[in-house]
């Protein structure tokens, strides 16, 4: 049980460190490595969930998100920026050399997140998070 309990902290450090990362380097996604922060320290310890909960980085990029109330419209615009981006870029390299197969599976790839984040996501205005943040104050 111990040697679970130490791979999952180390998997939570290792999502929390790539999260980090990818907020400055938009090659990696922050929510999904966020995401796996939470479930590991979760089922590892309940200090470090707690923790993580606590930070700044959970609040801004995953809180609204795992209350299941949706995303603010500019994080998902930075989401779908970013992928479109790295999208694009491996779309037009394999185009380029005519892999035309992982063109199109990338692009009903693309096209599925686009989906999934206009309509799939509900969108949440900056009031109604300020509103909840002063509720939870008082």
């Known amino acids: 049980m ?5 791979i999952f902290v180390a998997l939570g450090c290792l999502c929390l460190a ?5 907020i400055v ?8 490595f966020f995401l796996a922060t939470v479930f590991f320290f979760a089922n590892s310890s309940q200090r470090l969930h707690d ?6 980085l959970y609040k801004k990029h995953l809180e609204s ?9 500019k994080t998902k615009l930075t ?22 197969v992982p063109c199109v599976i990338l692009a009903i790839v693309w096209i599925g997140h686009v ?3 206009l309509f799939g996501v509900k969108t949440i205005s900056q009031s109604s998070t300020k ?4 509720s939870a104050i008082a």
């Open 25 to 32: 380097l938009p090659i990696l996604p922050t929510v999904p």
């Open 65 to 73: 998100y795992v209350q299941k109330r949706g995303m603010l419209m």
């Open 79 to 100: 989401i779908l920026t970013s992928v479109t981006i790295l999208m694009g870029i491996g779309f037009a390299l394999m185009f380029r050399k005519a892999i035309y």
């Open 131 to 134: 509103i909840d943040e002063e």
């Open 2 to 6: 111990k040697l679970k309990r130490m």
């Open 115 to 117: 989906i999934y984040f």
């Open 18 to 22: 790539l999260g980090c990362i990818g």
């Open 51 to 56: 923790w993580f909960i606590g930070t700044d």
